[in-house]
Nanobody, 116 residues
Framework: QVQLVESGGGLVQPGESLTLSCAASGIRLSINDIDWYRQAPGKEREPVAAISRTGITNYSDSVKGRFTISRVDNRNTVYLQMNSLKPEDTAVYYC??????????RGQGTQVTVSS
């Protein structure tokens, strides 16, 4: 059974950092393209960061320079390091794994709240 589990969310103050984890079972993340995206209440889903199966990374303009996506293959986990957090980063963050056949799998999400 394929499962993606996000963790690491929480409540932080502006300027602080969080590291989100996306741990997988039943699939190898190293052969999938992985996206982190977020969705805030009343807003559309927003792609945040991506790492391809070859390790190429991409970021949205809103997080470029502040967020870093990485993958640790022997842990079968993808991370999203988030620095200099802003209130507008508040959202539920999801990871999505897409295989070479285009099949996508998503976790349940983790809440990130940035507030003073």
């Amino acid at each position: 059974q394929v499962q993606l589990v996000e963790s690491g969310g929480g409540l932080v103050q502006p300027g602080e950092s969080l590291t989100l984890s996306c741990a997988a079972s039943g699939i190898r993340l190293s052969i999938n393209d992985i996206d982190w995206y977020r969705q805030a209440p009343g807003k559309e889903r927003e792609p945040v960061a991506a790492i391809s199966r070859t390790g190429i990374t991409n970021y949205s303009d809103s997080v470029k320079g502040r967020f870093t996506i990485s993958r640790v293959d022997n842990r079968n986990t993808v991370y999203l390091q988030m620095n200099s957090l802003k209130p507008e980063d508040t959202a539920v963050y999801y990871c999505n794994a897409r295989d070479s056949f285009g099949v996508s799998r998503r976790g349940q999400g983790t809440q990130v709240t940035v507030s003073s």
